[in-house]
């Protein structure tokens, strides 16, 4: 086959009139495309061989259907929800990650395999050689390539396979649904329908129960080893971590362990500079104890926590995407994609000289979700 550009090009009507066949052989020669090899991996159709690589193939991706499976199943019913290490549930709990990865690292593999074994199983050996040139006119050029690929498309004699073409279906139908499912996922569920949490996301751990107190706490990072805030523990322009304690939860350690892990449970305590002044939000003008300021750890944008504080010039910044909320002003943002003030925890000292919270937020606490209005 030459290499030469044609000197006349078909009418319409001569192109409408040829081939599949002669389309391509005209395509190639026009954009100087010249086979020096062609192959066939199997001359000889039917053999047993044959089928044994086509069974081969569609075996990869049979399990990259069956991985697809495994993950949906994993991802819409295996308990995720956190358990205490002396729970019987802990070990499933801690199991979910590497479910989820292992069985969509299954899928994702047996549909690389199986495409991967196909090419080199059933596309014939090709060797072709271009020359560089300008380019046909653009309606001989729309006829020859689709000629081309359609004859792509036989000679990969995947038309024939109706063996791999279901159960590449099949494989890249589920693994395309489970990719689905984690976007989709957490729109399908339901975070009202469980009527003990249906107010979850309004309130926090600092919710008072049955009236008793609840103290802060700092992490030492031994969830049995309480140990509680006073005043003089922070020096002035000096902030902690705190959390939620009750007194009832001292010797559960179910409950310690989620008090520390709540994601909405972290506050930010802040002692500011004696005389700072400090622009109050309006209803909240009672909310600190003197010097003391104690802000969700959360933040409004995406929920990171905001644990960068500089005392100078009292901004709390968040490291994801650098918002900063200003503590002199109600911890409202001064800069970065966070829009809303960080929400303020009520506190103040009980008798005995310890911080304590004198209720929730009155605000949910981080990000916006669909029922807050602002
Ligand atoms: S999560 Fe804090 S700035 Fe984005």
Partial sequence: MSGDTPTELPTEDELGKMSRDELVKLGLKMDGVELVHYEDKWPVKGTRAEKRAERLVALWFLIAALGGVAFLAAFLFWPWRYEAPSSDKHVLYSLYNPVIGITLGIAILGLGVGALLYTKKFIPDELAVQQRHDGPSPQVDQATVLAELADAGERSTLGRRSLIKKTAG?????????????????????????????????????????????????????????????????????????????????????????????????????????????????????????????????????????????????????????????????????????????????????????????????????????????
């Fill in 170 to 374: 099949l494989g890249a139908g589920i693994f395309g649904l489970g990719v689905l499912a984690v976007p989709l996922g957490g729109l399908i569920k339901n975070p009202w329908q469980d009527s003990d949490s249906s107010k979850s996301l309004w309130h926090t751990a600092w919710k008072p129960v049955n009236g008793e107190k609840v103290y802060l706490r700092r992490h030492t990072g031994k969830f049995h080893e309480v140990e509680l805030v006073r005043p003089e523990d922070l020096e002035a322009g000096g902030f902690e971590t705190v959390f939620p304690f009750r007194e009832s939860e001292r010797d559960n350690e179910e409950a310690l362990v989620h008090a520390i892990k709540s994601s909405d449970g972290p506050v930010m305590l802040i002692r500011l500079r004696p005389g700072q002044p400090v622009v109050k939000r309006a209803g909240q003008e009672d909310f600190n104890y003197g010097d003391f300021y104690a802000y969700s750890k959360i933040c409004t944008h995406l929920g990171c926590p905001t644990s960068l504080y500089e005392q100078q010039t009292g901004l709390l910044l968040c490291p994801c995407h650098q918002s900063q909320f200003d503590v002199f002003h109600y911890a409202k943002p001064r800069f970065g994609p966070a829009t809303r003030a960080l929400p303020q925890l009520p506190i103040t000292v009980d008798e005995d000289g310890y911080l304590i919270a004198r209720g929730d937020f009155i605000e949910a606490v981080g990000p916006a979700f669909w029922e807050r209005k602002s």
